[in-house]
């Protein structure tokens, strides 16, 4: 009878070691994630409400981890944040909270007082600074400032700290992003006085612009990324404020973003306001054969209920001749793409 329990109880181990060691395999393992796009809010590891709000995404290729930066949740008085918050994931599903790196009160020396509006943060990363550099627009709850706002930080999770706040090149800047192409070299596109989609070279050290180097497409929600042919693609949506619209896709005239010409696509969805979403980012993803995915990143803003906006993610569909497509899953997995 002992030997028979000795044996179970090997078997039962050998079986639990044996689901440890799949479980642990599965980790980190982006391939079997599978995004839900259901409207509510996505919750983290702890079963708290993730609010990393018109977001951006910075890779750590040698931690092979992805970090989520954004805004904290909406509130009500004109809808703004009181900071900005991180989260990291190795699998693009089960995301950490790492806390609010920013706070609305760490902005000085601009011409009126707060609270701020704090929009689309933005990390790059600085290698000859070795500086983490996050840019956001910066205003006041009536767009009176029209700024972009600047923190560095050592680590990406750490405190950020305030630098400046300014217009770059001396314009109006309204919703932005941040763009680092495969030489580490980084951009500004931001929204120049609501008329145009401004590209700027930034300086060095990453803290300011070089000037306009490239006049995209009037819109908002902007989100830059390149595919194989060499091509850049400016993602964004017309100026509607908080209402959804039909998404606009352009494409440049070359291989560099100085001097870009961009010429707009055919709309790459039916829906007249792009599944209730509004661009934030598009995220590269190579998968382990080194098939490239690309993943549409959007805030669903609920309006009037914006502080209860969610999040929906989409895979871009992309044929070999470059035609762009992005239809409605309600689930989807990323090997599937």
Not at 65 to 71: E, L
């Amino acid at each position: 009878v002992r030997g028979c329990i000795y044996r179970m109880r090997r078997i039962v181990l050998s079986l639990f070691l044996f689901a440890l060691s799949i479980a642990l395999i599965s980790a980190g393992n982006p391939e079997g994630t599978t995004i839900v796009n259901s409207g509510a809010i996505w919750r983290d590891v702890n079963n708290n409400e993730i609010h990393a709000h018109g977001g951006g995404m910075w890779y750590d290729k040698g931690e092979k981890k992805w970090w989520w930066v954004g805004t904290t949740q909406k509130e009500t008085s004109a809808w703004l944040s009181e900071g900005i918050n991180l989260y990291s994931s190795t699998d693009l599903g089960s995301w950490t909270f790492e806390g609010e790196i920013f706070h609305n009160t760490s902005i000085t020396g601009v011409p009126v007082g707060g609270p701020y509006r704090i929009e689309r943060p933005k990390i790059v990363y600085n290698s000859e600074t070795k500086q983490f550099v996050m840019w956001f627009h910066l205003d006041t709850a009536s767009f009176s400032l029209r700024m972009v706002g600047v923190a560095t930080s050592d680590t990406i999770n750490g405190k950020y700290k305030w630098v400046h706040g300014f217009k770059p090149d001396g314009l109006d800047s309204y919703d932005m992003t941040l763009y680092q192409d495969d030489d580490g070299s980084a951009y500004l596109c931001r929204s120049v006085e609501n008329s145009y989609a401004g590209i700027s070279k930034l300086s060095k050290d990453f803290l300011t612009t070089t000037g306009i180097i490239s006049r995209g497409p009037r819109v908002e929600g902007q989100a830059i990324f390149k595919l194989g042919n060499g091509k850049y693609y400016l993602l964004g949506s017309h100026l509607t404020g908080w209402s959804p619209n039909q998404a606009v896709l352009s494409v440049s005239d070359r291989n560099t973003l100085d001097g870009a010409v961009w010429t707009e696509l055919p709309v790459i969805t039916s829906s007249s306001t792009t599944y209730d979403t509004q661009s934030t980012f598009v995220l590269p993803y190579e998968h382990p054969d080194g098939k490239m995915l690309y993943i549409y990143g959007s805030d669903r803003w609920a309006y009037p209920n914006v502080n209860r906006a969610s999040y929906i993610w989409l895979p871009l569909v992309i044929t070999p001749q470059y035609n762009i497509s992005l239809p409605f899953e309600e689930s989807w997995t990323i090997k599937n793409y």
